[in-house]
């Protein structure tokens, strides 16, 4: 039986680690490992954690640099990346391990939903997942997965300030090998959009994507993206 190790990539999430890691421990077997990598400075999430099972990782900050040195450390037969603020549904594990039992298996991501009641969120997830299907590109919070020995043969997660998901899942895509995607939900927080506003965290998500595959800077980017 495959193993697998799921990586968390945190940033002052000590409010929900706790909650993340008692859930994804709950559907873990023997020789699968949880993996946490602190990119703040205090490392406030790690003192928060309760439990003792996860190694513990302190990291530069910056998601790509966090999730690699995770895999790094991994043991797994298949790494499995999950945002902070990303719930897997209960049978997630079965679901990953029946995607990694093809004959062709490389890489995968689950269909997303976003925790909100509103018809917004319904309209946001319809559109991810329809752009998913059609591009065939998965975003990270989709929970993104691989074999861990093709995710070393790409070189990981390009050290980039953002886009890293896209870039990797971008690459796997042009040199022809299959990402598998889920029909199998993740729920992913809204606090973001209802934080800052629906209608202008869309638009910067689609300015970014766009300046993105136009080539703009991914430092530009980056920073629009803090700023906005």
């Given at each position: 039986?495959?193993?697998?190790?799921?990586?968390?990539?945190?940033?002052?999430?000590?409010?929900?680690?706790?909650?993340?890691?008692?859930?994804?421990?709950?559907?873990?077997?023997?020789?699968?490992?949880?993996?946490?990598?602190?990119?703040?400075?205090?490392?406030?999430?790690?003192?928060?954690?309760?439990?003792?099972?996860?190694?513990?990782?302190?990291?530069?900050?910056?998601?790509?640099?966090?999730?690699?040195?995770?895999?790094?450390?991994?043991?797994?037969?298949?790494?499995?990346?999950?945002?902070?603020?990303?719930?897997?549904?209960?049978?997630?594990?079965?679901?990953?391990?029946?995607?990694?039992?093809?004959?062709?298996?490389?890489?995968?991501?689950?269909?997303?939903v976003i925790d909100s009641p509103y018809f917004w969120s319904r309209v946001m997830e319809k559109t991810a997942n329809l752009r998913t299907h059609y591009t065939r590109v998965p975003y990270g919070d989709q929970v993104l997965f691989f074999d861990s020995s093709y995710f070393w043969s790409l070189g990981g997660f390009a050290p980039i300030p953002i886009m890293e998901d896209v870039e990797l899942m971008t690459r796997i895509k042009k040199q022809g090998d299959r990402i598998v995607l889920l029909n199998t939900r993740v729920r992913t927080s809204a606090r973001r959009w209802e934080k800052e506003g629906v209608l202008k965290g869309m638009l910067r998500n689609w300015l970014l994507r766009l300046l993105y595959h136009c080539g703009c800077k991914l430092e530009t980017l980056a920073g629009m993206y803090r700023t906005y």
């Open positions: 039986m495959k193993t697998l190790s799921v990586i968390i990539p945190v940033y002052h999430e000590g409010r929900g680690i706790n909650p993340l890691v008692e859930a994804l421990s709950s559907h873990l077997e023997d020789g699968d490992e949880i993996i946490i990598v602190d990119g703040a400075q205090g490392m406030d999430t790690l003192r928060a954690l309760r439990f003792p099972e996860p190694l513990r990782l302190a990291s530069p900050a910056g998601r790509s640099v966090q999730m690699n040195l995770g895999a790094e450390h991994a043991r797994g037969d298949i790494f499995v990346f999950v945002h902070a603020d990303t719930k897997l549904p209960p049978l997630w594990r079965e679901s990953v391990l029946q995607a990694a039992g093809g004959h062709a298996f490389k890489a995968g991501a689950f269909d997303l």
